[in-house]
């Protein structure tokens, strides 16, 4: 984002600054919302995800053909959120939540060994018995045809309102 206007969050006091808190989130979110935009035509998708710390990136599964695949092919920048909702407080008119903005450029992963990881981080994050779901669902024949993008993260913007 280097060269456009930066913005600052209007109220200070509501930012997440630390980056411990926005990974607390991100990892115990299961799905986020995704922006992206083609030909001045705006288009958005919830997926769940996995993320890499290491690599600050991003991983989900798709469809290998599809309006989500055309979007990204025409312009792989993209926008996200992740929203913990923790319930609107009765009585004080207020909604408790924190949230993670993040951008960055998605690519399609080709690389067997990185697909592997990312579904494996996937199911890690999601099943209650990741060891059977590994051995049943991770096959060779399995990665070779699922398709994953991963979002190479390129900044966070935290907020919380919490009552």
């Not at 200070?12 to 115990?28: A, F, G, V």
């Not at 288009?43 to 710390?53: C, E, R």
């Not at 408790?96 to 399609?108: E, I, L, N, P």
Request: aromatic content about 10%; some cysteine.
């Amino acid at each position: 984002m280097s060269g456009k206007k930066r913005y600052h969050m209007r109220r200070k006091d509501k930012e997440i600054k630390r980056r411990p808190e926005i990974l607390n989130l991100i990892m115990k979110q299961e799905f986020m919302t995704i922006a992206m935009c083609r030909d001045n035509e705006p288009y958005l998708i919830t997926v769940d995800y996995s993320f890499d710390k290491k690599k600050n990136a991003f991983y989900f599964h798709c469809a290998s053909s599809g309006k989500k695949n055309d979007f990204l092919s025409s312009n792989p920048r993209v926008w996200g959120t992740i929203i913990e909702d923790l319930g609107y407080v009765q009585g004080e008119c207020e909604h408790s939540y924190r949230s993670v903005h993040f951008w960055g450029k998605v690519s399609k992963v080709k690389n067997v060994r990185e697909k592997t990881r990312a579904l494996e981080l996937m199911i890690d994050k999601l099943d209650d018995d990741p060891e059977q779901c590994r051995k049943d669902a991770i096959t060779k024949d399995a990665v070779e045809k699922v398709e994953i993008i991963r979002i190479d993260a390129e900044g966070f913007t935290g907020k919380k309102s919490i009552y």
